[in-house]
T-cell receptor
Framework: EDQVTQSPEALRLQEGESSSLNCSYT??????LFWYRQDPGKGPEFLFT???AGEEKEKERLKATLTKKESFLHITAPKPEDSATYLC??????????????FGTGTLLAVQP | DTEVTQTPKHLVMGMTNKKSLKCEQH?????MYWYKQKAKKPPELMFV???????INESVPSRFSPECPNSSLLNLHLHALQPEDSALYLC?????????????FGPGTRLTVT
């Protein structure tokens, strides 16, 4: 069964304290792994797409990496405005031409000044 | 432009009311989605439209009725909802197909059923 697991469930950091969020996945035929940021009461904001093991992408203080079993979202010198829930999702290979995502339960990040 | 718009932002309705949620995108995407999200949970897929045809219905109760009038618009018609249907309803769009196209989400409609 296709599955996505994120850890930790919650993470509290001091401003400037770098850390990583983990997304482990079990899926047959990975088509893409996606990272989203979600602020309370708002829709998820797209951050990155990763397609194959070894791939890395960066945006400001965020860097996403991918292996055959997991992805990491590295946060370097975070600021309070980085506080949000970070969601990981995978697209698996299904019959037909439909794009269906499987989401993890998210990591709630709080960055304290 | 990667914007998906949703109206209304908030909606309060009684269990006997009929209301509709609207979603619009102008990115030329041909796949559109409805998700339901409860507090502290990830989005839960409800419906997928691909090229204006319903391609996935995740066993959603018939009190939710989707409609895709054209490639830019997506509606969700609501009738005889239950209090447990209160949630954030999200619309998303993407290119269709299985090639790892990212989905772009709207801001959501906060629905409260009284």
């Amino acid at each position: 069964e296709d599955q996505v697991t994120q850890s930790p469930e919650a993470l509290r950091l001091q401003e400037g304290e770098s850390s990583s969020l983990n997304c482990s996945y079990t899926v047959s035929g990975l088509r893409g792994l996606f990272w989203y940021r979600q602020d309370p009461g708002k829709g998820p904001e797209f951050l990155f797409t990763l397609y194959s093991a070894g791939e890395e992408k960066e945006k400001e203080r965020l860097k996403a990496t991918l292996t055959k079993k997991e992805s990491f979202l590295h946060i370097t010198a975070p600021k309070p405005e980085d506080s949000a829930t970070y969601l990981c999702a995978v697209q698996a290979q299904y019959g037909g031409a439909t794009n269906k995502l499987i989401f993890g339960t998210g990591t709630l990040l709080a960055v304290q000044p | 432009d990667t914007e998906v718009t949703q109206t209304p932002k908030h909606l309060v309705m009684g269990m006997t009311n009929k209301k509709s949620l609207k979603c619009e995108q102008h990115m030329g995407h041909r796949a559109m989605y409805w998700y339901k999200q409860k507090a502290k949970k990830p989005p839960e897929l409800m419906f997928v439209y691909s090229y204006e045809k319903l391609s996935i219905n995740e066993s959603v109760p018939s009190r939710f009725s989707p409609e895709c009038p054209n490639s830019s618009l997506l509606n969700l018609h609501l009738h005889a909802l239950q209090p447990e249907d209160s949630a954030l309803y999200l619309c998303a769009s993407s290119q269709p197909g299985t090639s790892g196209y990212e989905q772009y989400f709207g801001p959501g409609t906060r629905l409260t059923v009284t």
